[in-house]
């Protein structure tokens, strides 16, 4: 579960809630299920990846064996576990906008893109010249312990039609280059993240580009647990927690996120949670200390869990 969490959190940019799935939620057959649960940008939740530990139930439905060091024979201790495609729709849910795919670097097939502005073919052949140098330069550098990813897209394309190409895609960085540029030794960085562009130094760029592609990355990480620290909220009583999951906008999409409630037995709450369609998305591995009331039945407990729509 540690290797999902750390893929999802440091890879994907996408902030985890590591936790043991309830009885009724778990893989059936399974002594215990763990998962990671990511929160999406319209609140809901996605269980991004799953470890089982399934005792020895399947093996001895199977007639799996093996011999102890003992030379007993017995039945195998098994596992499942796994994360599925469902991370690539994560990835594009956590992160990207109404202009489309936002990758964070570490993803990123193509890290910059370098796009020319020229306006005869003399022009041309001078700046694709400077394009091609400034491409070697920064595939020099290196970023996440591989060479930076960098193109040069040199399309017979209208400016703003190669540009938008680039953003649906979601590459990090996009670096233009003109006339004007070659003569002040600078180059014009869009960054996808917060669509921001500024004009640098191309030395500056180049010295700078491994940091640059990290505070994105970064970025990316802050920005999505930022949204769900926001949209996550703590419920100690029924009506609160009816109010909180019944709020739909006018489009009738729910408005709700994550709750984080008290609560002490799994069938007291099932018919509350099956009404408004919610579930138990899990029961965090860090548990706060001492004890709560649970917000249906207000019996004394001690266990927290994570209550959420999902898909």
């Known amino acids: 579960l540690d290797v999902y969490a750390d893929f999802a959190e440091n890879y994907m940019a996408m902030p985890v809630i590591k936790g043991e799935k309830t009885a009724g939620e778990r893989f059936p057959g399974a002594v215990t299920t763990l998962s990671i649960e990511a929160m999406m940008q319209d609140g809901k939740a996605l269980q991004a990846g799953t470890s089982h530990f399934l005792g020895q139930n399947f093996s001895k439905a199977q007639e799996i064996k093996f011999q102890s060091a003992h030379g007993d024979i017995e039945f195998a201790w098994t596992t499942s576990w796994g994360v599925s495609t469902r991370l690539i729709g994560a990835l594009i849910m ?64 209208r400016g703003g039609e190669k540009k938008w190409f680039h953003v649906k895609r979601g590459v990090p960085v996009r670096i233009e280059v003109g006339p004007k540029d070659i003569v002040s030794n600078a180059a014009f960085v869009a ?107 207000g019996k004394e407990t001690s266990t927290l869990g994570v209550f959420a729509k999902a898909y």
């Open 191 to 297: 960054r996808r993240d917060t669509n921001q562009s500024i004009s640098m130094q191309r030395a500056e760029l180049v010295s700078q580009f491994p940091k640059l592609l990290e505070e994105i990355q970064t970025n990316l990480f802050e920005r999505a647990l930022k949204m769900r620290t926001e949209r996550t909220v703590e419920i100690s009583s029924e009506k609160v927690f009816r109010d909180y999951f019944s709020q739909d906008d006018e489009k009738g999409i729910s408005r709700s996120g994550f709750a984080k409630c008290w609560f002490s037995n799994e069938d007291d709450v099932r018919p509350l949670l099956d009404e408004l369609k919610v579930t138990i998305r899990n029961i965090p591995l860090e548990q706060p200390s001492g004890t709560g009331k649970c917000f249906l039945t």
């Open 94 to 157: 956590t992160h990207s906008d109404d202009d489309g795919l936002v990758l964070p670097p570490r993803l990123a097939p193509t890290h910059a893109v370098i796009m020319p502005i020229y306006r005869d073919d003399a022009q041309r052949a001078e700046v694709l010249q400077v394009c091609r140098t400034l491409r070697e330069e920064l595939m020099a550098c290196r970023f996440d312990e591989e060479r930076v990813r960098v193109d040069i897209d040199d399309r017979d394309m």
